[in-house]
């Protein structure tokens, strides 16, 4: 059964920087693309990052520059390194994985979901 485990979330105050983690039991990253997504209360899910197998990146406007992912096949983890972190960013993150070598930002079209990690940015 394929598995993802979001780890890293926590509070922060603005400014400050989290690193979110996404570990893949069961299954290589190679075929998969993986999307970050998140969840603000009483908002829909919005596509915040996403890195195809063949390690092209994609980032959401309102976090360019700010947000990086990566990942690290050997360890079948996925990284998102959250820098700058406003009140905004305030959300239960997300990590998906997708059964196509292509990006997307549209959570219906990923397989296998992770089960959240909150992130609050709060002073």
């Known amino acids: 059964q394929e598995e993802l485990v979001e780890s890293g979330g926590g509070l922060v105050q603005p400014g400050g920087s989290l690193r979110l983690s996404c570990a893949a039991s069961?299954?290589?990253?190679?075929?998969?693309?993986i999307g970050w997504f998140r969840q603000a209360a009483g908002k829909e899910r919005e596509g915040v990052s996403c890195i195809t197998s063949g390690g092209s990146t994609f980032y959401t406007d309102s976090v360019k520059g700010r947000f990086t992912v990566s990942s690290d096949n050997a360890k079948r983890t996925v990284y998102l390194q959250m820098n700058s972190l406003k009140p905004e960013d305030t959300a239960v993150y997300y990590c998906a994985a997708r059964v196509s070598r292509t990006q997307s930002n549209t959570p219906s079209t990923y397989d296998y979901w992770g089960q959240g990690t909150q992130v609050t940015v709060s002073s």
């Open positions: 069961e299954f290589t990253l190679d075929a998969y693309a």
